[in-house]
């Protein structure tokens, strides 16, 4: 499971690193879409107050570095140059800022409470500045033998029906509990208000796996703008692969 952008990215040689031999990933099925936020410090009440400012993300090349350079090039900042502004790398599923930055990516609604609980603001909901934006999808390289293909299949087949699960408004209190079973530092609130935002109508999880279109184009748009080197990427299916999907669905 990964971000869509990093799929794009090393396919199109835009990466943070330079693999070898050239890699063939593609996206099976989709997890979520929306869900990232930029947060900050108490004394930024802007987007435009962030001029300056120490920058906290987990890579520059790849994932949510460019929608973050996309929404201070929004706001009149010259998002082509945050490369030279940032000087930390976070990452995981903890909290892109602490005390030593002023503002980050964040993707992560569990994180961003402890984000906020600290004294960061959210400044940015990407949906809606930005509009849908696909962020985890499924991925493998390029099928070898079947075996491997009827593994996609069955593990798609699982994943979906786990998500549709999620969906279910009567499995969240169960689902708030299975999350704090593995984070159990998470304030049983702050479970619920995740579980919440991840199962909500425009942003979160999607049901059956399916692709946000809309949100693979964004990703296209955005990366467009701001990979290096400069490339006009405007066809999702070169990254995309939904025939697992539709395998696993018929068998469901």
Not at 39 to 50: E, G, K, M, R, W
Not at 72 to 92: E, K, N, P, S
Not at 148 to 173: C, E, M, S, Y
Not at 217 to 236: H, N, Y
Request: charged residues 25%; glycine residues 10%; proline residues 6%.
């Amino acid at each position: 499971m990964s971000a869509f952008d990093n799929i794009v990215a090393y396919q199109e040689g835009q990466g943070e690193v330079a693999l070898e031999p050239a890699p063939d990933f593609f996206a099976f099925m989709a997890l979520s879409h929306g869900t990232v936020r930029l947060v900050a410090s108490s004394d930024a009440a802007t987007i435009a107050d962030l001029k300056g400012k120490t920058l906290a993300v987990d890579a520059i090349a790849t994932g949510y570095s460019l929608v973050l350079m996309k929404l201070l090039a929004q706001a009149g900042l010259d998002g082509r140059r945050l490369q030279a502004r940032i000087d930390r790398r976070h990452g995981g599923a903890c909290p892109r800022v602490d005390g030593r930055q002023d503002a980050g990516d964040d993707p992560h609604d569990a994180a961003r409470a402890g984000a906020e609980a600290r004294g960061f603001k959210r400044l940015a909901n990407v949906i809606d500045v930005i509009g849908p934006y696909q962020t985890i999808v499924g991925m493998a390289r390029a099928p070898g033998p079947p075996t491997i293909a009827r593994r996609i299949v069955g593990f798609t087949r699982a994943t979906a029906a786990a998500l549709d699960w999620l969906l279910d408004p009567a499995n969240r209190p169960e689902a708030a509990a299975i999350y704090r079973k593995y984070l159990p530092d998470v304030p049983e609130g702050a479970a619920a208000a995740a579980v919440a935002a991840m199962t909500g109508e425009r942003e979160g999880f999607q049901r059956g796996g399916a692709f946000d279109r809309q949100g693979l184009a964004t990703v296209l748009a955005i990366r467009s703008e701001f990979g290096k080197p400069q490339k006009a990427l405007t066809d999702p299916a070169r990254y995309v692969d939904d025939s697992y999907l539709r395998a696993a669905a018929g068998s469901r």
